[in-house]
């Protein structure tokens, strides 16, 4: 059955007496756990490269802000295909889940849910986010259906390559090209810098966060950027961060954008960099909360470019 469940408390990294562990019924907590529902970050750096596209999207339109009806839609889609794509890659990962400490005691490897339970799960996540893709232009329909070709081989890149930080951009990063097909039922030249920096933005914010798991990862042979940058995270990072910048900005400048978003990019970099200021490798913790700062910066970016669609588009 789908709702039968053991559930046997709350993952170890998951957030300490969240919702999800004290106000729903317990047949629902691990699906909940599944999902990543208690941790929202996740759905929120899918969501920032939808609404800064959508935002872009308004100032080259010479609208006055972004489509309210397009950002309710990705905000309903990132959350269901986060959740989808967290439940799809724990099925992938169970047998690498088991041997790490961290996240052992995920619902599958704990035996919360069955794989069977997961998979129905997971086809009523994509489903749901079908429902909201089908309510866009036909040429956006088509790019979304093709956003499951790095959604679906990501799982296995940390298998194969030293970059799965980098595939996950790929995926992560597709919502800058939905934002402005959404729009314009095309692409045109501004979405593909914003989509390029999506991705190294996603591969310094990951490498931050895979560095909680790098040791566990060394013993069972998973791969990471974490593991291949070692000590020189920094530099890496100061690559990575200014080249997400540089090519946010010329994603602004193709859109016709004006100072006030280009103030927001210059704040985003002041963030960015102030990360790998703090940054200690050798800190789970503050690996975490750096992480985590991320959903930040997509504010800092994304009210950037929205006062500039509202000061032209009046």
């Known amino acids: 059955m789908l709702f039968s469940t053991n559930d046997t408390g709350p ?31 996740g759905w929120w750096l899918l969501l920032w490269p939808c609404l800064w596209s ?18 309710f839609l990705f905000f309903i889609g990132a959350v269901a295909m986060r959740g989808a794509g967290c439940t799809y890659n724990d099925i992938v990962d169970e047998d690498i889940d088991g041997q790490v400490e961290r996240t052992r005691s995920r619902p599958i490897p704990a035996g919360q849910v069955t794989r ?4 129905i799960f997971l086809v009523l996540q994509a489903l749901t986010g079908l429902v909201v893709l089908l309510q866009f232009n036909t040429f956006s329909i088509a790019l979304g259906v093709a956003s499951l070709v790095p959604v679906a081989i990501y799982p296995f890149m940390k298998r194969i390559t030293n970059w799965p930080q980098l595939f996950l951009g790929f995926a992560f990063s597709w919502g800058a090209l939905m934002g402005w097909a959404a729009v314009f039922g095309s692409l045109g030249w501004a979405p593909i810098p914003l989509y390029l920096g999506g991705i190294c ?29 070692g000590e020189r995270t920094k530099l890496a990072l100061v690559l990575l961060y200014l080249s997400a910048s540089l090519l946010f900005a010329l994603a602004a400048m193709l859109a016709d954008a004006g100072p006030l978003a280009f103030m927001g990019i210059a704040a985003g970099v002041v963030h960015l960099f102030w990360q790998i200021v703090k940054l200690d490798i050798d800190q789970p913790e503050e690996c975490l909360k750096l992480f985590r700062s991320n959903g930040k910066f997509g504010w800092i970016m ?6 500039d669609a509202l000061v032209q588009g009046l």
């Open 302 to 307: 994304f009210i950037g470019f929205v006062l």
């Open 116 to 119: 069977t339970q997961a998979k």
């Open 201 to 229: 933005w996603t591969i310094g914010y990951d490498t931050i966060y895979a560095h909680q798991d790098k040791e566990d990862d060394a013993l069972v042979g998973v791969r990471s950027t974490a593991l291949l940058f």
């Open 54 to 71: 959508a935002a872009l999207a308004a100032i080259a339109s010479g609208a006055a802000w972004p489509n309210p009806w397009h950002m």
């Open 11 to 41: 993952v170890a990294d998951a957030v300490k007496r969240h919702w999800v562990d004290t106000r729903l019924p317990a047949w629902l907590r691990p699906y909940a756990r599944l999902a990543r529902w208690e941790r929202p970050i």
